[in-house]
C-alpha cells in the first residue's frame, strides 16, 4: 500500500521484502533492529536522490502489482477463457 505514493520505503519482512529489492526499490532493515531501522531512516534522511530513487522504483513495482492491474488481469482471462468455451 505505501507503494502507491513515490515514497521512500523501508521494508523488514512480509510482502514488501518479497516485492522489492534492497537497494533499488527500498532499504531494508530486519524485524525488530531497532539500529538496523534507525541507520536506514539516516541513510535516507541524507540522500534525497536516493529517496526519490527509491520512491519512484517502489511506485513502479505498486503499479505492477495493485488491484486495477489484478483486476484487468482477471477479467482478460475470464475473456479468453469464455471465448474459448463459446467455440
Not at 513515490?6 to 531494508?28: I, W, Y
Not at 530486519?30 to 527509491?54: F, G, I, K, M, T
Request: one cysteine or more; a negative charge.
Amino acid at each position: 500500500d505505501a507503494g502507491c505514493f513515490p515514497l521512500s520505503f523501508l521494508a523488514g519482512a512480509g510482502a514488501a521484502a518479497d516485492l522489492l529489492t534492497e537497494g533499488e526499490s527500498a532499504l531494508f532493515a530486519p524485524p525488530a533492529a531497532a539500529e538496523a531501522l534507525a541507520e536506514a531512516v539516516r541513510v535516507l534522511l541524507a540522500d534525497p536522490e536516493l529517496r526519490a530513487r527509491l520512491g519512484a522504483a517502489a511506485h513502479e513495482v505498486a503499479a505492477r502489482c495493485g488491484w486495477s492491474r489484478l483486476r484487468d488481469d482477471y477479467g482478460a482471462l475470464i475473456e479468453t477463457l469464455g471465448a474459448k468455451t463459446s467455440r
